[in-house]
């Protein structure tokens, strides 16, 4: 199978690919244009990216191509709409970098408390203002407000407490219980975050429902002076609304996101607000960029890819429908025969039903076989004594 890797991904992946038999082919310089030029010129069968746009129109560029990995954790850079109308699978690698960015969330949470790239700069020009920056609050007993408590977010709370810092959390599917098993404070909501946080972090995917989640009102709840740190995406924050929190509350913020920032690897000459606020930390989206995340995020793609090649199966797929609460289950045991399949989904489509999930199992040292097939559709009983009927049909069940 031929794998073309537009982005830079780790070699340790590309390596247990190659092992595999894979035809791998690399070129991190890949975007728009030049990447669906590219497509076309090397058809492979699996494209992986990690910041890369992935649109309609370089899909069209080939045909052949069936899955699109993400080598990380988010992939709003991917059209998964139209790769779905395409009939392509999107998978990501979720998981595998949240210790790095747990790491890199406590380290500018620190920094904000004591202002450690004023000292270096201070020191490096020569200033010595010991009492300027000797004046940091602590952590211990402060509260750690997590909005999102996913992987991430998981990871930053068990950091946290290590400084001794109790945590707040919301998250959509966080309940009272969960949050005590994972011995933190439940919030109602991310508003309740901002309400009793020293200190703010979010950890949520970019979707429609999070545009601007942190938007004038939740600044507004924050506590003033409180620190606010996001090292998830640019556009889940409002970022006029934060400098006027910077401004009017007293806030204190870190982001390493923002909006519009440039997707080369190096570039001169980016300017931006938040970056020049003297209240602002701004690193350059480096949460996911250790050695050891990026190893691993690695291994995670050719794991996916790996898996499709040899099963069909896509770990991690992000488009894939679930079976609508309708759904029933047919059942046939069969003999392992040339075109009996075929005659059972024949009566399938004469019976109007619409497969949504299918499978053949080939049991072992014999010649028999046994196919689930999920459907949406009218269960009718006419139609499973039909498929009875057919030659080479063991016995044929309904589930409702």
Known sequence: MKVLVASNVADAGLRDLEEAGHS???????SGDALAETMADEAPAVL?????????????????????????AGYDTIDTGGASDRGIFVANCPGQNSVAVAE????????????????????????????????????????????????????VAERAKGFEMDVTAWSRSLTKEGAAARA??????????????????????????????????????????????????????????????L?????????????????EKEARGFEHPLMQHPRCYVTHHIGAS???????TAMEAARVIKTFAETGQVPNCVNLAEPSEGAHQLTVRHRD????????????????????EMENLIFAGGDAAVAHIRFDGDPREDTVRDIEQHDDVLAVSLLP
Do not use: C
């Open 247 to 263: 401004d009017e509350k007293n806030l204190r913020a870190a982001l390493d996101l923002v909006e519009g920032e440039p997707s």
């Open 290 to 296: 250790t050695q050891q995340a990026q190893d691993a």
């Open 104 to 155: 890199l969330t406590m380290g500018l949470v620190v920094a904000l408390d004591r202002g450690i790239p004023g000292n270096v700069m201070d020191a490096r020009a020569g200033h010595w203002n010991k009492k300027k920056y000797a004046n940091a609050d602590g952590l211990k007993s402060k509260t750690l407000g997590i909005v999102g408590l996913g992987n991430i977010g998981e990871a």
């Open 337 to 356: 025969e040339v075109g009996v399949l075929a005659g059972v989904l024949d009566e399938v489509r004469k019976a109007g039903w619409n497969v949504q």
């Open 48 to 72: 992986v990216v990690r910041s890369t746009e992935v649109t309609g129109v370089m899909m069209d560029a080939n045909p052949l191509l069936e899955l699109i990995v993400r080598a990380g």
């Open 24 to 30: 791998v082919v690399k070129d991190a310089s890949l």
């Open 184 to 245: 933190v404070a439940h919030a109602s909501t991310p508003a309740d975050v901002a309400r009793f946080a020293d200190v703010v972090s979010l950890h949520v995917a970019s979707t429609p429902e999070t545009e601007n989640l942190a938007d004038r009102a939740f600044f507004e709840e924050m506590n003033n002076g409180a620190y606010f740190v996001n090292t998830s995406r640019a556009a889940v924050v409002d970022e006029e609304a934060l400098q006027w929190a």
